[in-house]
T-cell receptor
Framework: DAKTTQPNSMESNEEEPVHLPCNHSTISGTDYIHWYRQLPSQGPEYVIH???SNVNNRMASLAIAEDRKSSTLILHRATLRDAAVYYCIPFQTGANNLFFGTGTRLTVIP | NAGVTQTPKFQVLKTGQSMTLQCAQDMNHEYMSWYRQDPGMGLRLIHYSVGAGITDQGEVPNGYNVSRSTTEDFPLRLLSAAPSQTSVYFCASRQGGQKSWETQYFGPGTRLLVL
């Protein structure tokens, strides 16, 4: 499984953009990069995923480095409801399971 | 769709007691799994199933049993509860197949305290 490195914690002001980085230098060429988040006292929820090119959805954007060894989750305007732990997870093609690290705890300051 | 549901929400057990944590999904997903999350930690995989009648061990299977008799249900059994099993348990499901672009859905969790 590809190893990931994420900052333990980050802070953002409300309504400011947030860039959450993830290093996954051992990722394989066919592994998708998934991001999940876990709000306080809830189960994880899907945020976004991508393979090579940048991806956008209603929640966030995902920027993937050209060499795929890192990615950045972008929240365009952080709200208090975005305060959560964000997990970056390479999902190996042919594997069955998602493996979680410790993620980045995002604090949003009003 | 209700998605992934878990019962109970909270349970207190005494050491040595047994219990079953229930998980159900109504999305006709082939893949289901159980994770545990200890305070300040990420999720660790206990057991998973790729379809009815098929189960396999994850990272931390000791002390837990699973079975998958239907597509919808995937119960987790604690055989003889220990304080080390105090944790929050999450069930998850996915459409199935080894497709690394699939989204995984999680239940709300069961908080278990073993005294």
């Amino acid at each position: 499984d590809a190893k990931t490195t994420q900052p333990n914690s980050m802070e953002s002001n409300e309504e400011e953009p947030v860039h959450l980085p993830c290093n996954h230098s051992t990722i394989s060429g066919t592994d998708y990069i998934h991001w999940y988040r876990q709000l306080p006292s809830q189960g994880p929820e899907y945020v976004i995923h991508g393979l090579t090119s940048n991806v956008n959805n209603r929640m966030a954007s995902l920027a993937i480095a050209e060499d795929r060894k890192s990615s950045t989750l972008i929240l365009h305007r952080a709200t208090l409801r975005d305060a959560a732990v964000y997990y970056c997870i390479p999902f190996q093609t042919g594997a069955n399971n998602l493996f979680f690290g410790t993620g980045t705890r995002l604090t949003v300051i009003p | 769709n209700a998605g992934v549901t878990q019962t109970p929400k909270f349970q207190v057990l005494k050491t040595g007691q047994s219990m079953t944590l229930q998980c159900a999904q109504d999305m006709n997903h082939e893949y289901m799994s159980w994770y545990r999350q200890d305070p300040g930690m990420g999720l660790r995989l206990i057991h998973y199933s790729v379809g009815a009648g098929i189960t396999d061990q994850g990272e931390v299977p000791n002390g837990y049993n699973v079975s998958r008799s239907t597509t919808e249900d995937f119960p987790l059994r604690l055989l003889s509860a220990a304080p080390s099993q105090t944790s929050v348990y999450f069930c998850a499901s996915r459409q199935g197949g080894q497709k690394s672009w699939e989204t995984q859905y999680f239940g709300p969790g069961t908080r278990l305290l073993v005294l």
